[in-house]
């Protein structure tokens, strides 16, 4: 049987594995920036101009997220027809556009529409599009890229949140939407150019792919749904935290300077622990690895609703900060390693489609809570015992012995 391209080098219909994933790092750096972490910061620019309440521009937002997750499973489905360049390409369109069609908005359900848009443009254009088609066309390497996206991915929130700063000092914010969708219409050809070339570069062995699981085979296993439980009580942990962090703060009596560098330290300690990562532990087993990962969890949760003091903040940020950074890695190479490479699109798409309703959820959940507990602190302990529970669920998600 004749070989294949190498996995690493150049190909003469398409980029090599290094300029790939190259230029897919930058494309989620600039659209983690703006799909996921901009929404915060034109929160007060509106309501100060449109005068809508705050739960309702909170509300476009959470039914962004919504569909996000509810077009996860399509997305994946169309990266494993091999459409994974087209998907990526036009998801960066569609999030360019949607920040133009923002900059319009003068009435709530144009701002709905217009959140509708731009989930699905996240769908198609974060971390779980990119790590399947990483993982379909370079089956030898895909881990070495998964990891490299995520540790310039995770530069995102660093650089959204100075650089809108940035943009709405010189700027009112409709054209500062204006210059962001310009942004994201520019990651578009650069997805093009990046994911040219065949859909498998590398292709597993016809033995391999019989063996991998089909989405009806991965259903009935066991793992599947305990590790969806994992990344779904992990996903609303982390939701129901970031919704509710600015107010916990408030209510410690924690010096607004104080809650800012505590915030801070949580980007920079997602990329230290990707580092980490890179430097010593990538001869672990991604189940070794995360078992110890996800117990930074709840024990985060423990830090944060016991601290007061600013050491104990910021050894609560340091450790939530490195779980919630190598997680995405855990996370994106242990589906594949559990369930094949042949239908991870649809497989990720799925359990990331569940994950990613209890994400927009999450909040909402806490804040009816809240009605029942008497302070945050309380709530930060049922924090810490979901937390408790996705670290149980992933420990009981043995690998499948056969995916039929």
């Known amino acids: 049987m004749p070989s294949g391209p190498s996995p690493s080098g150049p190909s003469p219909s398409g980029p090599s594995f290094r300029r790939t994933v190259c230029a897919l790092a930058i494309g989620q750096l600039l659209t ?11 929160v007060l620019p509106m309501q100060a101009e449109l005068g809508w309440s705050r739960s309702s521009l909170m509300g476009a937002y959470t039914f962004g997220l919504a569909v996000f997750g509810a077009a996860s499973f399509g997305v994946g489905a169309a990266i494993d027809r091999g459409q994974g360049q087209a998907v990526m390409t036009w998801a960066a369109a569609l999030g360019g556009l949607g920040f133009i069609a923002w900059s319009w908005v003068s009435a709530p359900w144009m701002l709905y529409a217009v959140w509708a848009v731009l989930g699905l443009a996240m769908a198609g254009s974060l971390y779980e599009p990119a790590f399947a088609v990483l993982t379909k066309r370079y089956p030898e390497r895909y881990r070495q890229g998964i990891t490299a996206l995520t540790l310039v991915g995770g530069f995102a929130s660093t650089l959204a949140f100075p650089a809108i700063a940035l943009l709405l000092r010189w700027l009112d914010w409709r054209d500062a939407l204006v210059w962001i969708g310009v942004v994201l219409l520019a990651v578009a050809p650069l997805h093009h150019w990046a994911l040219r070339g065949p859909a498998l570069r590398s292709a597993a062995h016809a033995s391999d792919a019989a063996a991998d699981a089909t989405l009806g085979q991965a259903l009935r296993q066991r793992s599947f749904w305990l590790l969806t439980l994992c990344f779904t009580l992990y996903a609303l942990v982390q939701a129901a935290l970031w919704a509710h962090v600015v107010a916990i703060f408030a209510a410690k009596g924690v010096r607004q300077a104080d809650a800012m560098t505590v915030l801070v330290c949580i980007g920079p300690a997602q990329v230290l622990g990707r580092l980490g990562f890179v430097w010593l532990g990538r001869d672990w087993s991604l189940r070794r690895l995360g078992a110890v990962v996800l117990a930074g969890l709840p024990l985060s949760m423990l830090l944060f609703a016991l601290g007061r003091s600013l050491p104990m903040l910021l050894a609560f940020a340091l450790l939530f900060g490195i779980a919630n950074g190598l997680v995405t890695i855990v996370r994106g190479g242990l589906v594949p390693e559990y369930f094949g490479r042949s239908h991870i699109g649809r497989i990720s ?41 996705a670290v149980l669920a992933f420990w009981f998600a043995r690998p499948p012995q056969s995916p039929h």
């Open 32 to 42: 983690w920036a703006a799909l996921y972490y901009a929404f915060a910061s034109f």
């Open 349 to 389: 798409g799925l359990m990331s489609g569940i994950g990613l309703f209890a994400r927009a959820g999450g909040p909402l959940l806490m804040a009816w809570l809240l009605v029942w507990l008497p302070d945050y602190e309380d709530m930060l302990l049922w924090l810490c015992l979901l937390g408790g529970l």
